[in-house]
Every structure is written in structure tokens, then in C-alpha cells.
């Protein structure tokens, strides 16, 4: 597609549910991005695929979250029993390469809204 | 670690004004700096960056310029627009290693009245 897309766009769930929210990035874009915006925190980087390497998931706040990306395209972030603190509008980004070119612009999604209850 | 300090908001202006909105970073290596643009209802769209030190980043008659020696990237406008009420975040990217992740600031609200 054009842009980066995400659904859903709007999820309510209930405290202890499972969530799983999906980005599709920009074709061809090879690095993926997940942040988390909050009124508390601001926007907090939480994961990174670039290709077949393994993924940076140094900014996951907990071992509830997990993220995969198949086939190198579609990547789906999952929230296992999610908690009230979850609610958040989580953003997809995608660039073309990281290799060493500094200033690649990352293209966001409009993200997906959580609110638990 | 890599962290970004906007100025606290939000900011109320008259059309036509003198926008400043200041940005400090604190970065280990070379970073890239960012003004990333979140208008009401849609998602993050950046706004200009710069890539070096001195740099000059503009678009849409917003600018900012990377100063190495004060770690700052202030974004101006000389004459804001009610269409610039907007929440703005200043970012970095530090290019070190291979992860290019973006660190933000808080944002900054900004609501321009005719």
C-alpha cells in the first residue's frame, strides 16, 4: 500500500485478555518499528526487526509483550493479560534501510488506540 | 542513555506569531535530529530533520538548525498558521549499531487562534 497501515484502529478490552494488533509497513521497507504513546510516558521505542535478524527487544516493558514479523512483512504485537497501565496508542513505523546512512525517515502508522478496562 | 527535553506546554498564539519551541538532546554518538508533526486525528508525520552539526532542517516555513556546541534543535516559524495547531516532538536517532530507533521528547502542544 501507500502508506503504513494498522489495525484494529480502536480496541477495548478487559483487564487479563489477550490483545494482538497488527502493521502492515510500507512494501519493500525492510526495518519495522514498534513504539507505545502514553499520557504518562510520552513515545517509548519497544521493538525492532530488520530483516532475518533477530529482533531488539530492548524496549518491551514486560514479558507480556511479544512481537513476530512473518515472512518479513506483517508484524503482530501481542499483549498477554493485559493490565489498565497497557492503555495506549501503540505506532507502527517502517524505513527502507538502516545501513549506516544516517536520516532515513521513519513512516508511522496512525496507530492502534487500547484502552483496557 | 540517548534522551530528548522539549519545552513544557501547551503554547497558545495568535496567528501570525513568532513560534520558538526548544529542544535539547543528550546523545553518546552522531545523532540525527528530527521535528516529527502529530496533527489532531492523524498520525506522526515527520516535519524536517538534520543530519549533521549545523545543519539546517526546513519544510513548510518551520526550521530548526542542529547546534552541536549547545546539543539543541529549536524549531521556529516566523509567522504560525491556525493550520499549525498541532502536537510537536523533537527526536534523535543515534545510529549506532544497527537498530536506528528514534528517541522522543514529551511533545508539545500547539494551539494557534485566528
Known amino acids: 500500500g501507500a502508506g503504513v497501515s494498522q489495525s484494529p484502529s480502536n480496541k477495548v478490552t478487559e483487564k487479563g485478555k489477550d490483545v494482538e494488533l497488527r502493521c502492515d509497513p510500507i512494501?519493500?521497507?525492510?526495518?519495522l518499528y514498534w513504539y507505545r504513546q502514553s499520557l504518562g510516558q510520552g513515545l517509548e521505542f519497544l521493538i525492532y526487526?530488520?530483516?532475518?535478524?533477530?529482533?531488539?527487544k530492548s524496549g518491551l516493558p514486560s514479558d507480556r509483550f511479544s512481537a513476530e514479523r512473518t515472512g518479513g512483512s506483517v508484524s503482530t504485537l501481542t499483549i498477554q493479560r493485559t493490565q489498565q497501565e497497557d492503555s495506549a496508542v501503540y505506532l507502527c513505523?517502517?524505513?527502507?534501510?538502516?545501513?549506516?546512512?544516517?536520516?532515513?525517515?521513519?513512516?508511522f502508522g496512525p496507530g492502534t488506540r487500547l484502552t483496557v478496562l | 542513555g540517548d534522551s530528548v527535553t522539549q519545552m513544557e506546554g501547551p503554547v497558545t498564539l495568535s496567528e501570525e506569531a513568532f513560534l520558538t519551541i526548544n529542544c535539547t538532546y543528550t546523545?553518546?554518538?552522531?545523532?540525527?535530529l528530527f521535528w516529527y508533526v502529530q496533527y489532531p486525528g492523524e498520525g506522526l508525520q515527520l516535519l524536517l530533520k538534520?543530519?549533521?552539526?549545523?545543519d539546517k532542517g526546513s519544510n513548510k516555513g518551520f526550521e530548526a538548525t542542529y547546534r552541536k556546541e549547545t546539543t539543541s534543535f529549536h524549531l521556529e516559524k516566523g509567522s504560525v498558521q491556525v493550520s499549525d495547531s498541532a502536537v510537536y516532538f523533537c527526536?534523535?536517532?543515534?545510529?549506532?549499531?544497527?537498530?536506528?530507533?528514534?528517541?522522543f521528547g514529551k511533545g508539545i502542544t500547539l494551539s494557534v487562534r485566528p
Open positions: 513505523a517502517s524505513i527502507g534501510s538502516t545501513s549506516g546512512n544516517p536520516g532515513y525517515t521513519q513512516y
Open positions: 512494501s519493500g521497507h525492510t526495518a
Open positions: 526487526f530488520q530483516g532475518n535478524s533477530a529482533p531488539d
Open positions: 546523545a553518546t554518538g552522531y545523532p540525527s
Open positions: 538534520a543530519t549533521k552539526a549545523d
Open positions: 527526536a534523535l536517532s543515534d545510529f549506532t549499531g544497527a537498530n536506528s530507533k528514534l528517541t
